[in-house]
């Protein structure tokens, strides 16, 4: 996973205000063993053995603790739950194909300090890798996650076919096995259920409601995730949620402002005190030579209303001291 080829810089903070967190993860499973519907009961504490081992070794930010499911006591069960960390025993798919069995033995989960990264091991794949924040930063997601997975097999090869890629339980997650998502608000999108899927389609991305897949939403946020597993890297896949992401922000600005309706032009003068006077394009008086007055026409303010340079100085602000 080369995170340093990823093409995304950063949100502007009136688009990252609308991201509410991001979340990328990846199922693993080991190239020594066989998968869960099929693996003995000690080689599936074998796999523990050694998953737990290389999250030993973890230190900044990934270090951590690691929670036996069979072990844990009650204050950290309840913590887990209170933290939406605990998987459960499988559903009566996992439990046909073999995969409960020994339930709860040789299975748990790691969190690093600032619960930003997590580790399930022995579910339905051997290893679900996971990272994740609050807030908008796609890149540190995902070079957390790439750090940790090579870390990992250092101690444990992953199991992967030149053809497949890596293999996983689920033949939907054959490739990458890679998921890469964020919680964003889009309530005027989401009434244009057209152009919404439009953009979806040409980025190769999936809406979701935020409460998993096939769940509707009635609050304008939504689960907005890369669609592709095959044929394609780690970093493909990012990519294209964060290009249909930046394509539906644009696309949300653009109806947000259309139904506010035609802006009214404001006054230059004195009485401008504040970032939130300037409501409109600036109207100048008669006369007025400035490069501000010059410059500063409806369209280009039409286009900068609201945005904040990478410092998050605003649009706005920028232009009160000359109006």
């Not at 300090?113 to 996971?130: A, C, H």
């Not at 010059?294 to 340079?309: F, I, Q, R, S």
Request: aromatic fraction near 8%.
């Amino acid at each position: 996973m080369n995170y340093n080829e990823l093409n995304c810089p950063p949100f502007s903070p009136d688009e990252a205000a609308i991201i509410l967190s991001t979340r990328i993860r990846v199922g693993r499973n080991l190239a020594d063993f066989p998968l869960g519907p099929g693996i003995s009961k000690d080689q599936r504490n074998k796999v523990e053995e050694l998953v737990s081992k290389a999250c030993k070794a973890f230190t900044g930010e990934l270090a951590g603790t690691y929670y036996a499911l069979g072990s844990m006591s009650e204050a950290d069960r309840k913590q887990l739950i209170a933290d939406h960390f605990l998987f459960k025993e499988g559903d009566r798919f996992l439990e046909s194909c073999g995969l409960n069995r020994d339930w709860p033995a040789g299975r748990g989960i790691f969190h690093n300090k600032d619960k930003t990264f997590l580790i399930w091991v022995n579910e339905e794949d051997q290893l679900r890798i996971i990272s994740m924040q609050p807030g908008a930063d796609i890149k540190a997601v995902f070079t957390r996650l790439s750090n940790a997975a090579s870390l990992i097999e250092k101690e444990a090869k992953f199991a992967h076919d030149e053809h497949l890629g890596y293999i996983t339980s689920c033949p939907t997650n054959l490739g990458t096995a890679l998921r890469a998502s964020v919680h964003i608000k889009l309530p005027f999108l989401a009434k244009n259920k057209d152009k919404f899927n439009k953009i979806a389609d040409q980025y190769y991305v999936q809406i979701r409601g935020i409460h998993g897949e096939h769940t509707e939403t009635d609050d304008g946020i939504f689960d907005i995730s890369n669609k592709r597993r095959l044929g394609r890297s780690e970093k493909d896949l990012v990519q294209d949620m964060y290009n249909g992401v930046k394509a539906m922000i644009q696309a949300e600005k653009e109806l947000a402002k259309a139904a506010k309706g035609p802006v009214k032009p404001v006054k230059a003068g004195a009485h401008l005190k504040k970032p939130e006077d300037i409501t409109g394009p600036i109207e100048f008086p008669p006369g007025t030579h400035s490069l501000l007055c010059k410059y500063l026409t409806p369209a280009v303010y039409d286009k900068y209303a609201g945005c904040h340079d990478k410092a998050g100085v605003s649009f706005e602000q920028m232009i009160l001291s000359g109006a």
